[in-house]
């Protein structure tokens, strides 16, 4: 079973930025989700085993950057001109690709808090 550990994430003001990083123990699609109170989960972008294949949700493009280390097997998500709306749970995914992770993830990580501050 994949394991995932995320780090990374804390209070930053309107505006700021922050890095996730998740480290994983085998080699697969990665991507992040995030759950704010009162929410459903959402995708927020995925990386292929290689890293040349990237998908973001609508809502990031342009902010986030995902990208990934394959020597440490270790994706990353760059977090720029952060809002009080990115505040949520962010959760690290693993899949056999792009596609599985943005639908149907086979694992998961334990989260990490981000909150913006207005």
């Known amino acids: 079973q994949v394991q995932l550990v995320e780090s990374g994430g804390g209070l930053v003001e309107n505006g700021g930025s922050l890095r996730l990083s998740c480290a994983g123990s085998g080699l697969y699609a990665m991507g992040w989700f995030r759950q704010a109170p009162g929410k459903e989960r959402e995708f927020v972008a995925a990386i292929s085993r290689r890293g040349d294949i990237t998908n973001y949700a609508d809502s990031v493009k342009g902010r986030f950057t995902i990208s990934r280390d394959i020597a440490k097997n270790t994706a990353y998500l760059q977090m720029n001109s952060l809002n009080p709306e990115d505040t949520a749970v962010y959760y690290c995914?693993?899949?056999?690709?792009?596609?599985?992770?943005?639908?149907?993830?086979?694992?998961w990580g334990q989260g990490t808090q981000v909150t913006v501050s207005s």
């Open positions: 995914a693993t899949g056999a690709s792009t596609a599985v992770v943005r639908t149907t993830p086979s694992g």
